[in-house]
């Protein structure tokens, strides 16, 4: 079963706009954590934010911040004033933590392209 | 930039050969995943190295193979490769001693199996 769920078609955002990329994930562990990365079309996975599941707050990186809402299964993330260079490939991933597990479950990503 | 490194960064193969994709992990890191994101498709994980063992694999069959040395890189090796096997190989590193083992990624390297 799909452990990540990302399913938005690609998405144009207008520059200096913000833009918010849904994910929602299945676990029954309480304990987990979820990762934001982005790749653009050079191909590398560069990590953005997490979230653990037992976090009260919603985390915050730079323009980078995570909506969680645990009861909703959902981690969306919101990418503030949009720059040209936020082009690219959205992945969210899920880290669930049992012993002796560290693998990334990852979604299919979300396409953003900023137009200026 | 993340630290770490992957060689090579782009390869040509033919079905039944075998390769060998080799990644260097970030310093103080002694965990590498390696994943395999076919064209349009999220990463999938292959396997783990903690301490120069597995620790853990995805839904891989056995000729998919790794090592991890005790500088804490790491080599994916694939036998008798198939069509299917064109993707992007990526591996990442991470330490289990950090609060979010979060996982680092290299550039990458794509493989096209002809």
Known sequence: AQKITQTQPGMFVQEKEAVTLDCTYDTSDQSYGLFWYKQPSSGEMIFLIYQGSYDEQNATEGRYSLNFQKARKSANLVISASQLGDSAMYFCAMREDYYGNNRLAFGKGNQVVVIP | ?114
């Open chain 2, 1 to 114: 930039e993340t630290g770490v490194t992957q060689s090579p960064t782009h390869l040509i193969k033919t079905r039944g050969q075998q390769v060998t994709l080799r990644c260097s992990s970030q310093s103080g890191h002694n965990t590498v995943s390696w994943y395999q994101q076919a064209l349009g498709q999220g990463p999938q994980f292959i396997f783990q190295y903690y301490r120069e063992e597995e620790n853990g694999r995805g839904n891989f069959p056995p000729r998919f193979s790794g090592l991890q040395f005790p500088n804490y890189s790491s080599e994916l090796n694939v036998n008798a490769l198939e069509l299917d096997d064109s993707a992007l190989y990526l591996c990442a590193s991470s330490s289990p001693s950090s609060e979010q083992e979060t996982q680092y990624f290299g550039p990458g390297t794509r493989l096209l199996v002809l």
